[in-house]
DNA sequence: AGAGCGCAGAGCGTATACAATATGGGGCGA
DNA sequence: TCGCCCCATATTGTATACGCTCTGCGCTCT
């Protein structure tokens, strides 16, 4: 049944999403498997804030009807990743200045919070895994790699949260995560990736210390330091400054 | 089939919208109108966790076509109100003891924290605002309408950390609250119920003066102490118990 | 010539139909 | 009589079809 439908081009503005997620085989009609692809794309960068996702465009990507697809958007509206417009359709979502500074504010206060948790519980075990992704992230960021540095960075993070023992706090770490990626993609450099260099290494050795409070105040500079990289301005706005500019004048 | 209906309207004292546009009565096809009217259910202990919640029995009760149950269940999912197993289809979520406990942590981390926020912020018509909410609770007590004051107690929580002026956390307390109203559900006892009878009122007191570290400190006993009051055991489980019991014998 | 109106197309929203699967009961065999 | 297997049924998963609304362009009227 029609193989070769390849990435049909049909997005205006060039942004030609390479070659698709997993090659050919991605005709796993498994939905969680679209989501997990969709996800990656936007926290990796290559679908970029304000991108058009149409239904049918994404159906036939995936060789699923467009049922699947709205269960996906969905659920990426919900985490905020995307933007669901009445009668418009899907696109990436474009963080506000405001919304930047409320998720930055909610994982200074979450994820800090979780590092003595985490430093108590964490195992030699969770110290490799935490070495290992680390190191891929390095590496990433030494092959210019932008995109792989971004999505293994936040998952570094939301990893750490994760050994803090709270599920709860964690899934919310990870959507902060998430959403920083967009947040990053907005108003952050291109050539300044979001974590410092070696700040994620010298975390996992005040963890592995079992120096929960040091690796609390770590993680807040790390944070702040992410933040402020940023410019965080509002760029023109498209339609709604013009009603606020000639308000006065009616 | 379908037994009883559950899902009945309830009490019309909250209803908001009343603009019976389009033709028939109490049949509002809105979709969020859905999900507002289950979730409340849900929160409202109407329906009760492990209940299960079939596509048609509710499509026929709200008369629209599964598609839009699904969304709406969808939703709850994500939000935990409700458990989606592949095959068996939706039930409302019946927390573990280790959810509950990362629940309250969490609104002990978040909610407290956004005290002091909430405390500089508020303006007179907040604090009006939470009076009201507040008083309303008090005589959905004393009238004995547990599911009512369980409601406003959830949604007094939510809008104080509205007030915080962070829109992300305070959307992650929200839903906390409601996890907890399901938990109150299963491990609260049915004479007591989750918040004190003047805590709300004394707290509205310290921020209303702004005095934001003892309405932290405040927040943080009432939230333990609502806690404490819950009988957190693992009570006969049903058929996953089997499995752990004997899975030595094997 | 400029502006308002109408038509056509595109894309989302909802419903219905069909297919797959788990569950429970009844029949059959040992 | 007990246990196993098979089928009937109930319920979800997925796809397709149709309708509605919004957008863009061309036409006509002034």
Wanted: aromatic share 4%; hydrophobic share 40%.
């Amino acid at each position: 049944m029609s193989s070769g439908r390849q990435v049909a081009e049909s997005n205006g503005a060039g942004s030609q999403q390479s070659s698709g997620a997993a090659g050919k085989g991605s005709r796993d009609k498994n939905l969680s498997a679209i989501y997990e692809s969709v996800s990656e794309a936007i926290i990796g960068h290559r679908l970029k804030p304000g991108a058009r996702l149409r239904e049918d465009a994404l159906a036939d990507v995936f060789g699923v009807s467009r049922t699947g697809i709205r269960k996906v958007l969905q659920r990426l509206a919900l985490e905020q990743l995307v933007t669901l417009t009445p009668r418009r359709g899907a696109s990436v979502t474009r963080p506000s200045v405001e919304e930047a500074k409320d998720v930055f504010e909610a994982r200074l206060l979450v994820e800090c919070a979780l590092m003595e948790a985490a430093a108590k519980r964490m195992t030699e075990a969770d110290v490799e895994e935490l070495r290992d992704m680390a190191n891929q992230e390095q590496e990433a960021l030494r092959n210019r790699e932008q995109r792989t540095a971004i999505k293994l960075s936040a998952a570094f993070h939301a990893r750490l949260a994760e050994l803090s023992g709270n599920h709860t706090l964690a899934g919310f770490v990870s959507q902060l995560c998430s959403r920083s990626s967009l947040i990053l993609a907005v108003y952050g450099h291109s050539g300044h990736l979001g974590c410092e260099s070696h700040d994620h290494e010298n975390l996992i050795d005040l963890l592995a210390n079992g120096d929960g409070v040091r690796a609390r105040d770590f993680m807040k500079r790390h944070l702040k330091s992410i933040e402020s990289s940023l410019s965080m301005f509002d760029e023109a706005e498209e339609a709604p400054d013009l009603r606020d500019i000639f308000a006065s004048d009616a």
